[in-house]
């Protein structure tokens, strides 16, 4: 990671569920999903876990971060950030 944005792997291949990032670094992470304004801040050593779709059933329109989402993060010192995806198939009900 460097002090400006870079590209966390690919962007989203399916809506993802439940996301979790993990820092590594020395320094707090910076997190976003437009690669120029901070959405979100991970402490050094620290993690982030959300679920999306908590609360929230399929009949009734669930929130999920979508396909095609990049994620970005920047920190000003050395250091890794893991993005973990989960994603959940979606049923049809009747």
Request: glycine letters at 10%; proline letters at 4%; zero cysteines.
């Amino acid at each position: 990671m460097g002090a400006t944005y870079a590209a966390l792997g690919t962007p989203l291949a399916h809506a993802a569920s439940i996301i979790k990032f993990v820092n590594l670094g020395t320094g707090n992470a910076f997190l976003s999903t437009d690669g120029t304004n901070d959405m979100d801040i991970i402490p050094a050593g620290g993690f982030a876990l959300y679920d999306l779709t908590s609360d929230s059933p399929p009949e009734t329109g669930s929130v999920f971060m979508k396909a095609g989402t990049q994620v970005y993060a920047k920190s000003s010192v050395a250091g890794s950030i893991y993005f973990v995806v989960m994603y959940v198939k979606r049923y049809s009900y009747l």
